[in-house]
């Protein structure tokens, strides 16, 4: 994402990986500095906030090595080549939750680390499920969970959720928000 006001003039590839590649970029900053940062690169992501008939939200008690442990989260996952943002979040709420949804509704989209990384997380909200046979990836370690909304704002507020976009997404989705939101996060 870059509006313009900086250039990346070169690229030096450090590594490439599955979910990310490392480089140290070129650039001059839009007062004209000139110098060299460590950039991640991300394909991106998307997020669900799942709620059923009761307005219980599906999270996923799940463990993250990098974080050191267990962490609960959205159902969430990496954008394939190719892939629209929706369709990675359908088929992520249907790998690791074993759910389909009816109802979709865009609540935006966040930059998660910006400082050195182009990763942005697509959220959406979801209705309208049904239950189909969940297929998570052999190294993802998940247990599926079903919270009252308030329990999981408690959650958050308590830190027993930690995980951003979980935390981002939660609010957004909000029920007792005045309005919907439209397709593409607008109000």
């Known amino acids: 994402m870059n509006d313009g006001d900086d250039c990346a003039t070169s690229r030096r590839p450090l590594y490439r990986g599955q979910v990310v590649d490392l480089g140290i970029e070129a ?10 940062l460590e950039v991640v690169r991300h394909p991106g992501g998307a997020a669900v906030v799942a709620l059923d008939e009761r307005e219980r939200v599906c999270l996923l008690r799940q463990y993250r090595h990098a974080a050191g442990g267990w962490l609960w989260e959205l159902p969430a996952g990496k954008i394939d080549r190719g892939e629209a943002p929706e369709q990675t979040a359908r088929r992520e709420l249907e790998e690791e939750a074993g759910l389909r949804a009816a109802d979709w509704c865009s609540l935006g989209s966040v930059l998660t680390t910006p400082g050195f990384c182009d990763e942005v997380i697509h959220l959406y909200r979801a209705r309208g499920l049904t239950r189909v046979a969940a297929r998570p990836q052999a190294h993802e370690l998940i ?4 919270v009252d909304y308030d329990e999981a704002l408690q ?5 027993d959720i930690r995980d951003a976009k979980t935390i981002i997404g939660l609010q957004l989705a909000r029920p007792d928000q005045p309005g919907d939101l439209e397709p593409g996060g607008q109000t």
């Open 143 to 146: 247990e599926v969970h079903w």
């Open 27 to 36: 650039v001059c900053l839009p007062d004209g500095q000139r110098l060299e």
């Open 155 to 159: 959650r958050v507020r308590g830190g």
